[in-house]
């Protein structure tokens, strides 16, 4: 069987460095190409250490993707997110998407272009398991409790907020029906913003403070008692490792936004 040929942006970060790792390890997989713009020309071995990994370090998505990827993995920045995943489907890449901060315009526009071309994009918020075992159990809640809100922590660095496993959250949540409110926004007494942001009708609080890795709250109200759904994560990235591997075996399968890992798990 013929390998899946995979480009990873992203791949001398935190997170892509991992997975890039995991691609070498995997037997089904070859890694034809990287991104980064500072270690542009070198081989991705050299810079995160393993020894044999010869894939071409680029600095652009267009240079790499004239490697013709069968399996795009966007792991960079948000600024940037959008405009390699529309450049990889229109090179007849599928994508999966690990970065987060990208918006539901964002994707709306993603999935039409993957339409068009007739390329699966699957985009997780978060890949590690225990995470989308979180997101199950609160489907299950909201279905039954009208009262929720999410608490997103993460350390004092972290640029984006809300996090993207909370968005993924509040998406996810918005299928099922819309946080109902007691007291509405415009009628708070004092500063709203203390209330969170509404998204996809959830308040969302974003917590960024020293000592914190990355970890969230979903928590179900009802009169005289709640539900608290809590995940934390470890400070490596090695949780989220067998998850997107998972992701850049089944993406070749859709076509169209498919968002959450369990769209590709059986439950
Ligand atoms: N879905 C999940 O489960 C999951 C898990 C972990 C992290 N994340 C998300 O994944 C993203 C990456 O996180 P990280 O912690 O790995 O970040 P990081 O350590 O800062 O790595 C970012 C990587 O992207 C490259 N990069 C940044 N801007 C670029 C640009 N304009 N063009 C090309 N390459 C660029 C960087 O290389 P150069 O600077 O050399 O260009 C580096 O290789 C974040 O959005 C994070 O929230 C998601």
């Not at 935190?14 to 980064?36: C, K, N, Q, T, Y």
């Not at 999410?150 to 509040?170: C, F, M, N, Q, V």
Request: aromatic share 6%.
């Amino acid at each position: 069987m013929d390998k899946l040929k995979i480009c990873v942006a992203g791949a001398t970060g935190w997170a892509g460095s991992a997975l890039s790792r995991g691609i070498f390890d995997a037997d089904d997989m070859e890694l034809v190409a990287a991104i980064s713009r500072s270690h542009a020309g070198k081989t991705l071995g050299e810079v995160i250490g393993i020894q044999g990994l010869t894939t071409p370090i680029f600095e652009t998505a267009e240079e790499a993707l004239k490697t013709s990827p069968d399996v795009f993995v966007e792991y960079t920045k948000q600024d940037v997110a959008k405009f390699h995943i529309l450049s990889a489907l229109r090179s007849g890449a599928h994508v999966v998407v690990g970065t987060s901060g990208l918006s539901n315009e964002d994707y709306a526009e993603i999935n039409e272009v993957a339409q068009d071309v007739r390329r699966g994009v699957l985009a997780v918020g978060n890949f590690a398991l225990t995470v989308v075992l979180l997101q199950k159990f609160a489907e299950m809640a909201a279905k039954y409790i009208p009262h929720w809100e999410i608490i997103d922590y993460a350390h004092p660095d972290k640029k984006d907020a809300p996090s993207g496993t909370a968005r993924e959250l509040a998406n996810r949540l918005s299928r099922i029906g819309e946080a109902r409110l007691e007291v509405p926004l415009d009628q708070i007494e004092g500063p709203k913003e203390t209330r969170g942001a509404r998204l996809q009708g959830t308040q969302v609080h974003s917590v960024r403070l020293p000592g914190y890795v990355i970890s969230i709250d979903a928590i179900f109200g009802m009169p005289d008692q709640k539900l608290i759904l809590r995940h934390e994560s470890g400070s490596s990235a090695e949780p989220y490792v067998n998850g997107a591997l998972l992701a850049v075996r089944e993406v070749g399968k859709l076509v169209g936004l498919h968002r959450g890992l369990d769209s590709v798990m059986k439950f």
